[in-house]
């Protein structure tokens, strides 16, 4: 494997690079036209304009991306996460055309990605569920059986679906009915796929998922868990490995259980099992992401793993450089992900151009970014801008590094998670542990993130040295980059 094309964008595609950078293979990017000036498509050895901004124009048109690998002669297609990631025709796609797809087999993630089946197959091997159906709810009197069955509150979920669409709770019979036509009309609509099931509805559970890293030869290991319950629109803010709560006892439980999730689904490379954790700890099979996860960074920072790597080489046909006796936790890793929304306005998107932008650096801090100064906030794709991860040898001084990082990440001209970021990680809840995935919705309000004098000061005196350190330069004093990359741009 000489050439890796990267089918994706911003951070991911970053991360990706800069590993196969290391590793003596050469890169290919693919952007969209709103991209064009991204750091990304400079840092990449080669890169391809695949069409324009609307992502089902440009990073979702398999045809375009699998051309543009031939077109370089790459050898392999990494999916990054979203987008194609997860489609197991676009993994088949890349195989039929003679290339390495740096992600499972088009049979796992297609077995894996149906919720169903997923649940179906990860029964077999005797891996705990909620309880439901393992099948698809065909109409409302099955459904009105089963919810009485298992009692309410139940949830009614897409099959093919993620990040919330087509999920629906219902607290008693009277409302089934119309939850679960809105739920298969947004399922359909999102997925092209109506199929629901039921399950018992957990209210307050955390969300803990193990890592875990198979090859072809038949070995697996996991890479132990992260903590993921602080969410807004069932969609992660802030991670931490390990989770606070696990005793070792239980976390070796769920670890091999994740395992047999991938042994049922012949799994090789890099995947995550998802699990609901109540509050006696007993713990219940949600899904499997047949992806690198986008917090895939605490993992590698307690493990000393790099996880894209391994995905190259298992892709390659190598068997794992390590086993699981080989793995064991070192200090502590939290994760915030810096994203381009409003906390003090329920958390909506905001665009605008990054006037200043200035991310913090010191021992054991990591900054994922894709944008850089003076650069536009694209309305077309997901909001994040970047991800900040502290580590440290315990928690309690991660916590306090990834405070540090955030008053040293400076941001002006968009508003981000920033400062609900800091909030959150020196709230009691957090502190101690005790909280799930209604975090924000049982201890946050956005009125708690405008008594903010001291980081208001903090944020003064950075703009005010900012100011200071441009006024230093001469005028005719030219910017240079003594990392020029020989990358060539393909505008066809």
Known sequence: MQKILVANRGEIAMRVMRTAKEMGIKTVAVFSEADRNMPFVRYADEAVCIGPALS???????????????????????????????NASFSQAVSDAGLTFIGPSAYSIELMGDKISAKQAAKKFNVP???????????????TEIG???????????????????MRVVEHEGELEQQML??????????????????????????IEIQ????????????????????RRHQKLIEEAPSSCLTPDIRQQMGECAVAVARACNYHGAGTVEFLVDENLNFYFLEMNTRLQVEHCVTEMITGVDLVKE????????????????LKITGHAIELRVCAENPLNNFLPDTGTLEMYQPPKGPGVRVDDGFEEGMEIPIFYDPMIAKLIAYAATRDEAIERLCRAIDEYYIKGINTTLSFGKWAVR???????????K??????????????????????????????QKEQKPQNQTATNNTVSKWKLNRK
């Open 56 to 86: 089902s124009q440009s990073y979702l048109r398999a045809e375009k991306i699998i051309a543009a690998a031939l077109k370089t002669g790459a050898d392999a297609i990494h999916p990054g996460y979203g987008f194609l990631s997860e």
């Open 311 to 326: 995905q190259i080489n298992v892709a390659r046909g190598n068997k794992l450089s390590f086993t699981q006796a080989d």
């Open 129 to 143: 569920m909620v309880p439901g159906t393992d099948h698809p709810t065909a109409d409302i009197a099955e459904a």
């Open 427 to 437: 709230t009691e809840p957090f502190r101690s542990g005790n909280f799930d995935t």
């Open 148 to 166: 009485r069955r298992i009692g309410y509150p139940i949830l009614i979920k897409a099959s093919a679906g993620g990040g919330g669409k087509g």
């Open 439 to 468: 975090f924000i919705e049982k201890h946050f309000k956005p009125e708690y993130l405008l008594n903010t004098d001291e980081d208001a000061e903090h944020a003064a005196a950075l703009l005010a040295a900012y100011i200071w």
């Open 212 to 231: 875990l890293m198979g090859d072809k030869h038949g070995n697996y290991v996991y890479l132990f868990e992260r903590e993921c319950s602080i969410q």
């Open 182 to 207: 809105t739920a298969k009309s947004e399922a359909l609509n999102s997925f092209g796929n109506d199929a629901v099931f039921i399950e018992k509805y957990v209210g307050s559970p955390r969300h």
